[in-house]
């Protein structure tokens, strides 16, 4: 089945760590993004990337680094930096700039808790 | 800059009754979408619209994209319990290539 995969599902992070959520499609799409949304609130984008081997920061990039160096996987690091990680992280694909219809398909997230 | 705003933010209403979800955009655009989020989950996608008149229609709700007046509607068909999500409109721009912009989410409640 084509789709999107996040891995974990859960991730408990001790103050200071860096941790890194895993994303992974096979539906053949060239844009990924990484969103993040806390209790209540809309999705906020941290970074996306069009093409492999480039990205580009949203809204909210500070603490957080990504890589695109598969088409397939785009991981997304929470660094240290990052004061208040805590949070649902949905990861995003579409088909990209090349084609009118734009519509992401999302993961199924990974929850994120600070202990 | 490219804003979305959705309203109303929260709404509760009967089973039964009708109700519409707007969804207001600040620049031009020929593509918007529909998503459905239940608590805890991911989104889900309902209805693409790409074209000004578009309408689409899913068991009870029907979108609908005016792109003159930049406005589209969600609207809600005698309201059952199992509709009860947060919904969301996001908004595609040629100049952001194939990024997506979302509105706030507008959290439907629906009692028996």
């Known amino acids: 089945d084509g789709g999107i995969t996040q891995s974990p599902k859960y991730l408990f992070r001790k103050e200071g760590q860096n941790v890194t959520l895993s994303c992974e499609q096979n539906?053949?799409?060239?844009?990924m993004y990484w969103y993040r949304q806390d209790p209540g609130q809309g999705l906020r984008l941290i970074y996306y990337?069009?093409?492999?081997?480039?990205?580009q920061k949203g809204d909210i990039a500070e603490g957080y680094s990504v890589s695109r160096e598969k088409k397939e996987s785009f991981p997304l690091t929470v660094t240290s930096a990052q004061k208040n990680p805590t949070a649902f992280y949905l990861c995003?694909?579409?088909?990209?700039?090349?084609?009118?219809?734009?519509?992401?398909?999302f993961g199924q997230g990974t929850r994120l808790t600070v202990v | 800059e490219l804003k979305v705003e959705q309203n109303p933010l929260f709404l509760s209403m009967q089973e039964g009754k009708n109700y519409t979800i707007y969804c207001n955009y600040s620049?031009?655009?020929?593509?918007l979408y529909w998503y459905r989020q239940d608590p805890g989950k991911s989104l889900e996608s309902l209805f693409v619209?790409?074209?000004?008149?578009a309408v689409k229609q899913e068991g009870r709700l029907m979108a609908s994209l005016d792109t003159k007046a930049r406005l589209s509607t969600l609207h809600i068909t005698a309201a059952v319990h199992d509709l009860s999500a947060t919904y969301f409109c996001?908004?595609?721009?040629?100049?952001?290539?194939?990024?997506?912009?979302f509105g706030e989410g507008t959290q439907l409640t629906v009692n028996p």
């Open positions: 995003a694909s579409s088909a990209g700039t090349g084609t009118w219809n734009t519509e992401a398909f």
């Open positions: 539906l053949n799409h060239d844009a």
């Open positions: 990337s069009q093409i492999v081997n480039d990205f």
């Open positions: 620049t031009t655009s020929d593509r």
């Open positions: 619209l790409l074209s000004n008149g």
């Open positions: 996001a908004v595609g721009q040629e100049t952001s290539g194939s990024r997506l912009t």
